[in-house]
């Protein structure tokens, strides 16, 4: 297993639709594999293949429930169903999320609250999952991904502007920037 560099936004392969895995062989597992050990180096608990530059649907994800129930799995050719938005501002404490590809800010985003999620394991069987909260947060972020978007396209018009600041700040939204978990210190 290796741990692989996370493109950061900008780069043309997270802003792109991906294209379905059509081959289950060792080379997707490793790559798998990879993506799990580089999403725990990150630390994170979700990274999609285009986020280290594979262009395929597929996520791989991890998070422990408040009553330790554990989920760690991958997506691949995923299906995602979602409940209706709720009307109202957001609320910072609450629903503020980050992302590996714009390392090191949080900001507000409404998601729905309840997600399905229907898509195959490497063994390529297909499974189901029913998730609320931060799970269901997670399917709705990383699905986003798969679909060329960042969260940071989706968040409220008000944030945009400092958004564009921090990108201009620190060289972002152009090709070829990544970062690598375990190495590079983002906080510098």
């Not at 900008?10 to 594999?33: I, K, M, N």
Request: with cysteine; charged share 30%.
């Amino acid at each position: 297993m290796a741990v692989l560099p996370i493109r950061i936004s900008g780069d043309p392969v997270l802003h792109s639709p991906a294209a379905p895995v059509t081959v289950f062989d060792d080379e997707l597992r490793t790559l798998v594999a990879d993506m799990f050990e580089t999403m725990d180096a990150a630390p994170g608990v979700g990274l999609a293949g285009p986020q280290v530059g594979v262009p395929l649907r597929l996520f791989t994800f991890t998070w422990v429930e408040d009553d330790g129930t554990k989920w760690r799995d991958v997506a691949i050719n995923p299906e995602l169903w979602l409940s209706p938005l709720t009307v109202g501002p957001t609320d910072e404490d609450e629903e503020s999320e980050g992302c590996l590809s714009f390392p090191g800010e949080r900001f507000p985003l409404r998601r729905a609250e309840r997600a399905i999620l229907r898509a195959t394991n490497l063994e390529g069987e297909r499974y189901e999952i029913v998730a609320e909260g931060w799970l269901a947060r997670i399917f709705q972020h990383e699905y986003d991904h798969l679909d060329g978007l960042l969260y940071v396209d989706r968040v409220e018009e008000g944030y945009q502007r400092l958004i564009g600041k921090i990108t201009r700040k620190r060289g972002w939204g152009v090709p070829g920037n990544s970062w690598m978990p375990g190495v590079d210190d983002l906080d510098d």
